[in-house]
């Protein structure tokens, strides 16, 4: 029960605490329409808020309530968070001339009561120039020193609505450098006095200049545009909130609306400029600092340079530190980053590069860039440093016989010419068709490539060969009796005279049989003999030789002669070359 | 018939000795800055026949010292033809190019073909010729041994050197091939004229179309008669008079 009444008080606190925290505003905005005052009683809050509230109205003394209230609310979301606003809206009509007042209206909620403010305006009758809107360009000075920021605006006072408008461009830009701002897109009015009377105003465009040289400096005239709702809406907040959202008849007129020249006196600078000066006008500040004080020779230094402040950026010059002579400045880079809202505005960093080339003490110079400060009306010398750096001997400079780093410099260069002539005359070739496209290039080539034609077609034919070996031995005949001559040859050196006498036999026989096609078996030499001079193949002489050779051989192998054996090889091989000329038409 | 291709051999070796002494000749012209006598000595070698990076490149250098950007431009545009990737006909081109009036836009191009246009034009047309006839040689000396069913013909080194070859050969062609078709594809004229009007037509009186200056190198697209269709980086096209360009030749 206790932890019950517990919870329920602290929600209540809660609760309380919520209606006290939440933000409400209960404000009055006025404006002027023609002859007419829209009075708008508006209730901002970060919650939603009963539909019933009404607040209490004053009695609008002095004025004709000719409509309202005309209530309306809307929600908005911004980052996240809701804010709702409900608004109470009265036309009033002005009943006499003069000073008028409106009284606070009052709102009570959640306990608490929220009053709006009192408002007092100034009514002369309907406007003096007889127009609803003046068209008007505004010099932030008229007497500008060369170089100093002038910003024109281009602003609109209305006692009307308007649904559009373009401003068009300013077309002459001689004797001054024209920057635009950033755009206007949706214009803010409020409450000024021109010529005498209260007048609604926007700002709708604003461009900054800078004078380039001194004199009268005439900017002309530029048209505006404007579109005019016929049939005005009662709910908005803003006279702009139209823009895109126009009346769905689309009844609305336009109206062209030109502003006056304007005139500059552009001043020269004062004299007594500081040494240096090159033009810098504007409000600046100057930082810098090397990342390190301490490095090694052949290590590197970033020197860090900002300049920011108000002027044109894009004029200000690099500013690089004279340097001692173990220092050698390599790259400077920079970045300006330009701020255009309501003014030119912005940063300007530099990065520069040093690399220490020597140990010991070095020194980076002060940075120094003098300006004229226009709203201080003198010149000023912004400054930085200088800078002591410590630089330790290097890696490479320890190492006894390497040579110490130096003083190296970028190279110069005085211009460029052509390169020198070639002196090559080993060099010279007769001019002559390319080799791809010469007669013998391409009769090798085609050569080549049919030559694996033709050892295919030779291959085959001596495989068909190779599988007839009747034919090879026919072929190979006269090679293998030499063969076995040589053999027979050799056992006789050797003192085998049994073997050599057979292989001697065999030579010539087998030479015989193999070109015969005869079987070797039972074959005489002394009958081949024979047959072959029946045949008429061999003459008489070589038979008869052929027939005593085969008798000594006989007598030699089975009777044991030795008489003449020695011979016998020799003649033998004399035989087979005989024999070879008879039967292959060789040569003896 | 041995003292034949002697005598032959010794003949030719005098003419090259000859040759070398002309190029010496234009040489030492060009260095006593006697530039109308290197360019008759090197002219004169050129009409014998001869050729080359050497002779070429310095006809430019001698052209250029003339103050003739056109033909200077010319003559290096025939050096680069033996060298396309020569340091010093580069470098003298792109001095020219800073030197000549007209401003075209090369074509953007990717650096993938600078790449493969080095690995194209990496070896003479003539090695190329001549690697290709040494492969296809390998292959089928190497076939042929295979196919003559001798008692090696089934060693594994036969089948080796055939696909070697083979492969070789093939890369080899591939490569003649693209460079014989780049090169009739892309071929050049230099502007040799101070000034000349490009027209519509092969005809005197046909219609102006712009003016180009010396030392501009332009596509050849078509030529009739002594006339060039060139064209120009951004597509445009138009007939040069006789002597207005010259077209760049080997």
Same mark, same amino acid.
């Given at each position: 029960m206790?932890?019950?009444?517990?919870?329920?008080?602290?929600?209540?606190?809660?609760?309380f605490?919520?209606?006290a925290?939440?933000?409400?505003?209960?404000?009055l905005?006025?404006?002027?329409q023609?002859?007419?005052?829209?009075?708008?009683?508006?209730?901002?809050?970060?919650?939603?808020l009963?539909?019933?509230?009404?607040?209490?109205f004053?009695?609008?003394?002095g004025?004709?309530?000719?409509?309202?209230p005309?209530t309306?609310?809307? +929600?908005?979301?911004?980052n996240?968070?809701?804010?709702?606003?409900y608004?109470?809206?009265?036309?009033l009509?002005?009943q006499?001339?003069?000073r008028?007042?409106?009284?606070?209206?009052?709102? #009570?909620?959640?306990?608490?009561t929220?009053?709006?403010?009192a408002?007092?305006?100034?009514? #002369?009758?309907?406007?003096?120039?007889?127009?609803? +809107?003046?068209?008007?360009?505004e010099?932030?000075t008229? !007497?500008?020193?060369?170089?100093?920021?002038?910003?024109?605006?281009?602003?609109i006072?209305?006692?009307?609505?308007?649904?559009?408008?373009d401003?068009g461009?300013l077309?002459?830009?001689?004797?001054?450098?024209?920057?635009?701002?950033?755009?206007?897109?949706?214009?803010?009015?409020?409450t000024?006095?021109?010529?005498?009377?209260?007048?609604n105003?926007?700002?709708?465009?604003?461009?900054?200049?800078?004078?380039t040289?001194?004199?009268?400096?005439? $900017?002309?005239?530029?048209?505006?545009?404007?579109?005019?709702p016929?049939?005005?809406?009662?709910?908005?907040?803003?006279?702009?909130?139209?823009?895109?959202s126009?009346?769905?008849?689309? !009844?609305?007129?336009?109206?062209?609306?030109?502003?006056?020249?304007?005139?500059?006196?552009?001043?020269?600078?004062?004299?007594?400029?500081p040494e240096?000066?090159?033009g810098?006008?504007?409000r600046?500040? =100057?930082?810098?600092?090397?990342?390190k004080?301490?490095?090694k020779?052949?290590? /590197?230094?970033?020197?860090?340079v900002l300049?920011?402040?108000?002027?044109?950026?894009?004029l200000?010059?690099?500013?690089?530190?004279?340097?001692?002579?173990?220092?050698?400045?390599?790259?400077?880079?920079?970045?300006t980053?330009?701020?255009?809202?309501?003014?030119?505005?912005?940063?300007?960093?530099?990065?520069t590069?040093?690399?220490?080339?020597?140990?010991?003490?070095?020194?980076?110079?002060?940075?120094?860039?003098?300006?004229?400060?226009?709203?201080?009306?003198?010149? !000023?010398?912004?400054?930085?440093?200088?800078?002591?750096i410590?630089?330790?001997?290097?890696?490479?400079?320890?190492?006894?016989?390497?040579?110490?780093?130096?003083?190296?410099?970028?190279?110069?260069?005085?211009?460029e010419?052509i390169?020198h002539? +070639?002196?090559?005359p080993?060099?010279?070739?007769a001019?002559?068709?390319? +080799?791809?496209?010469?007669?013998p290039w391409?009769a090798s080539?085609?050569?080549?490539v049919?030559?694996?034609?033709?050892?295919?077609?030779?291959?085959?034919?001596?495989?068909?060969?190779?599988?007839?070996?009747?034919?090879?031995?026919?072929?190979?005949?006269?090679?293998?009796a #030499?063969?076995r001559?040589?053999?027979?040859? #050799?056992?006789?050196?050797?003192?085998?005279?049994?073997?050599?006498l057979?292989l001697?036999?065999e030579?010539?026989?087998?030479?015989?049989?193999?070109?015969?096609?005869?079987?070797?078996?039972g074959l005489?030499?002394?009958?081949?003999?024979?047959?072959?001079?029946?045949?008429?193949?061999?003459?008489?002489?070589?038979?008869?030789e052929?027939?005593?050779?085969?008798?000594?051989?006989? =007598?030699?192998?089975?009777?044991g002669?030795?008489?003449?054996?020695?011979?016998?090889p020799?003649? /033998? $091989?004399?035989l087979?070359?005989?024999?070879?000329? /008879?039967?292959?038409?060789?040569?003896? | 018939?041995?003292?034949f291709?002697?005598?032959?051999?010794?003949l030719?070796?005098?003419?090259?000795?000859?040759?070398a002494?002309?190029?010496e000749?234009?040489n030492?012209?060009?260095?006593?800055?006697d530039?109308?006598?290197a360019?008759?000595?090197?002219?004169?070698?050129?009409?014998?026949?001869?050729?080359?990076?050497?002779?070429?490149?310095n006809?430019?250098?001698?052209?250029?010292?003339?103050?003739?950007?056109?033909?200077?431009?010319?003559?290096?545009?025939?050096?680069?033809?033996?060298?396309?990737?020569?340091?010093?006909?580069?470098?003298?081109?792109?001095?020219?190019?800073?030197?000549?009036?007209?401003r075209?836009?090369?074509?953007?191009?990717?650096?993938?073909?600078?790449?493969?246009?080095?690995?194209?034009? %990496?070896?003479p047309?003539?090695?190329?010729?001549l690697?290709?006839?040494?492969?296809?040689?390998?292959?089928s000396? &190497?076939l %042929?041994?295979?196919?003559?069913?001798?008692?090696f013909?089934s060693r594994?080194?036969l089948?080796?050197?055939?696909?070697?070859?083979? %492969?070789?050969?093939?890369?080899?062609?591939l490569?003649?091939?693209?460079?014989?078709?780049?090169?009739e594809?892309?071929?050049?004229a230099?502007?040799v004229?101070?000034?000349?009007?490009?027209?519509?037509? @092969?005809l005197?009186?046909?219609e102006?179309?712009?003016?180009?200056?010396?030392?501009t190198?332009?596509?050849?697209?078509?030529? %009739?008669?002594?006339?060039?269709?060139?064209?120009?980086?951004?597509?445009?096209?138009?007939? &040069? @008079?006789?002597?207005?360009?010259?077209?760049?030749?080997?």
């Amino acid at each position: 029960m206790r932890d019950r009444v517990f919870i329920s008080l602290l929600l209540m606190v809660l609760l309380f605490a919520g209606q006290a925290l939440a933000a409400v505003e209960f404000q009055l905005e006025l404006q002027r329409q023609g002859s007419h005052f829209e009075a708008r009683f508006v209730l901002s809050s970060d919650e939603r808020l009963p539909q019933n509230l009404r607040p209490d109205f004053p009695d609008f003394k002095g004025f004709r309530v000719l409509s309202g209230p005309a209530t309306g609310s809307s +929600l908005s979301i911004d980052n996240g968070r809701a804010s709702y606003e409900y608004s109470w809206t009265f036309l009033l009509a002005p009943q006499s001339r003069g000073r008028l007042r409106i009284d606070s209206a009052s709102l #009570k909620y959640g306990g608490r009561t929220y009053r709006s403010q009192a408002r007092t305006v100034e009514y #002369k009758g309907p406007s003096a120039s007889g127009q609803d +809107l003046h068209f008007v360009a505004e010099l932030s000075t008229d !007497r500008p020193v060369v170089g100093e920021m002038v910003l024109l605006r281009f602003k609109i006072y209305y006692n009307t609505r308007i649904s559009g408008y373009d401003v068009g461009p300013l077309t002459s830009s001689s004797g001054f450098l024209a920057e635009p701002l950033q755009e206007i897109s949706n214009p803010r009015g409020s409450t000024e006095r021109y010529l005498g009377e209260d007048w609604n105003v926007a700002v709708l465009k604003e461009i900054a200049l800078f004078p380039t040289r001194e004199g009268e400096l005439r $900017l002309p005239s530029v048209t505006g545009t404007f579109r005019l709702p016929d049939n005005s809406r009662r709910q908005r907040r803003s006279l702009f909130d139209d823009f895109f959202s126009n009346d769905p008849f689309n !009844r609305s007129r336009q109206l062209q609306l030109a502003t006056e020249e304007q005139v500059l006196q552009v001043q020269p600078l004062p004299s007594g400029a500081p040494e240096g000066f090159s033009g810098v006008v504007g409000r600046y500040e =100057l930082q810098a600092s090397p990342d390190k004080l301490e490095l090694k020779a052949g290590e /590197a230094i970033t020197l860090q340079v900002l300049l920011k402040g108000e002027g044109n950026l894009d004029l200000l010059p690099l500013l690089e530190p004279q340097l001692s002579d173990g220092l050698e400045l390599y790259d400077t880079q920079q970045e300006t980053e330009i701020n255009r809202r309501g003014k030119i505005a912005g940063r300007r960093s530099q990065q520069t590069l040093i690399v220490a080339r020597e140990s010991g003490r070095q020194q980076i110079g002060a940075l120094r860039l003098p300006v004229f400060d226009p709203q201080a009306d003198q010149y !000023r010398i912004l400054q930085a440093g200088p800078w002591e750096i410590k630089v330790l001997p290097g890696e490479a400079s320890a190492v006894e016989g390497l040579a110490p780093i130096g003083r190296a410099r970028g190279v110069t260069s005085y211009g460029e010419d052509i390169r020198h002539i +070639l002196d090559a005359p080993e060099q010279l070739e007769a001019l002559r068709a390319p +080799l791809h496209r010469s007669l013998p290039w391409r009769a090798s080539l085609a050569g080549l490539v049919l030559l694996p034609a033709l050892a295919h077609v030779a291959g085959r034919r001596r495989q068909a060969h190779e599988a007839d070996p009747q034919a090879r031995r026919y072929r190979e005949a006269g090679k293998l009796a #030499k063969r076995r001559l040589q053999a027979a040859q #050799k056992a006789l050196a050797g003192g085998q005279r049994e073997e050599g006498l057979r292989l001697l036999d065999e030579a010539l026989l087998g030479y015989l049989a193999d070109r015969l096609g005869r079987e070797r078996g039972g074959l005489i030499l002394a009958e081949v003999t024979r047959e072959l001079q029946g045949q008429g193949q061999l003459e008489s002489a070589l038979a008869e030789e052929l027939l005593d050779f085969s008798k000594r051989l006989d =007598l030699a192998r089975f009777a044991g002669s030795a008489d003449g054996s020695e011979q016998l090889p020799e003649q /033998a $091989l004399g035989l087979l070359g005989q024999l070879r000329a /008879a039967l292959e038409g060789r040569k003896a | 018939m041995r003292t034949f291709f002697t005598g032959i051999l010794l003949l030719l070796s005098v003419f090259r000795a000859i040759a070398a002494e002309d190029f010496e000749a234009g040489n030492q012209a060009y260095s006593a800055g006697d530039y109308d006598g290197a360019i008759a000595a090197w002219e004169g070698l050129v009409d014998e026949g001869y050729a080359g990076l050497e002779l070429y490149y310095n006809l430019g250098n001698a052209r250029f010292r003339q103050g003739e950007l056109g033909e200077a431009v010319w003559w290096w545009k025939r050096a680069a033809l033996h060298a396309p990737f020569d340091r010093d006909v580069r470098k003298n081109l792109e001095i020219a190019a800073g030197l000549q009036e007209d401003r075209l836009e090369p074509a953007p191009r990717l650096a993938l073909w600078d790449a493969l246009d080095r690995l194209l034009w %990496s070896l003479p047309p003539n090695m190329l010729a001549l690697g290709l006839l040494l492969a296809v040689a390998l292959a089928s000396l &190497c076939l %042929s041994l295979r196919l003559a069913r001798l008692s090696f013909s089934s060693r594994p080194i036969l089948l080796a050197g055939t696909w070697t070859g083979a %492969s070789l050969g093939l890369l080899l062609l591939l490569l003649l091939a693209l460079q014989v078709r780049v090169r009739e594809q892309n071929r050049e004229a230099v502007i040799v004229a101070p000034q000349v009007t490009l027209l519509g037509a @092969p005809l005197v009186d046909a219609e102006a179309l712009f003016d180009l200056h010396e030392g501009t190198t332009l596509a050849v697209d078509r030529r %009739s008669g002594e006339w060039l269709s060139l064209r120009l980086p951004d597509g445009r096209e138009g007939w &040069c @008079p006789p002597g207005g360009a010259k077209v760049v030749e080997p």
